[in-house]
C-alpha cells in the first residue's frame, strides 16, 4: 500500500472493518465525511456461451485429443471490456460565492442610496418649484 498505511489481517477484517462497515451502511454510524473527491463505479454485465463453439470444436479439439465435454469443463475464455466508453464527472460548486454575494449587497445598496438621492433632489425640487409658484402668486403691495 502507498504510504504508511498498515494492511489489516483477515482476522481483524472480520472482527472490526465488517461490523462498523455494516453499522455505518445501515445507518447507525452518523458520518461527517465529505463527498469524495474522486470515485470509480463500473457496472458489470455478464453474458454467457457454450465454449469451445461447435466450429472450434471440429475444427482444434480432434488435433489436440480432446473431447468437446473435457474442453467445455477445463478451458475458459473470458473477454473483458468496457460496455460503455464514456464517463460522468460531476462537480460540487458553491451555489453563491462570497465574492457573488458580496456583489449583490453592493449594488443593491447603490441601488437604494441613488433611490434615496433621487428622493431627496425630488423633494427640494418640489420645495423650491412650490416657493417659485408661491412666490408668483403673492399678492402685490398697492
Request: charged share 20%; aromatic share 14%; hydrophobic share 40%.
Amino acid at each position: 500500500m502507498p504510504g504508511n498505511v498498515r494492511v489489516c489481517s483477515p482476522l481483524e477484517t472480520v472482527q472490526c472493518i465488517f461490523p462498523v462497515s455494516d453499522d455505518f451502511v445501515n445507518k447507525h454510524i452518523r458520518c461527517s465525511c465529505p463527498t469524495a473527491c474522486f470515485s470509480e463505479t463500473y457496472e458489470p454485465a455478464i453474458s454467457s456461451t457454450f465454449w469451445p463453439s461447435e466450429f472450434l470444436s471440429n475444427a482444434y479439439l480432434p488435433t489436440l485429443n480432446l473431447t468437446t465435454d473435457y474442453a467445455r469443463r477445463n478451458f475458459l475464455e473470458i473477454r473483458i471490456f468496457f460496455e460503455e466508453m464514456s464517463f460522468s464527472e460531476i462537480r460540487q460548486v458553491p451555489a453563491y460565492e462570497k465574492s457573488s454575494l458580496m456583489s449583490d449587497i453592493g449594488g443593491f445598496m447603490g441601488l437604494l442610496c441613488g433611490m434615496s438621492l433621487t428622493t431627496i433632489f425630488e423633494f427640494f425640487d418640489l420645495l423650491f418649484c412650490n416657493f417659485i409658484v408661491g412666490w408668483k402668486k403673492r399678492p402685490v403691495a398697492p
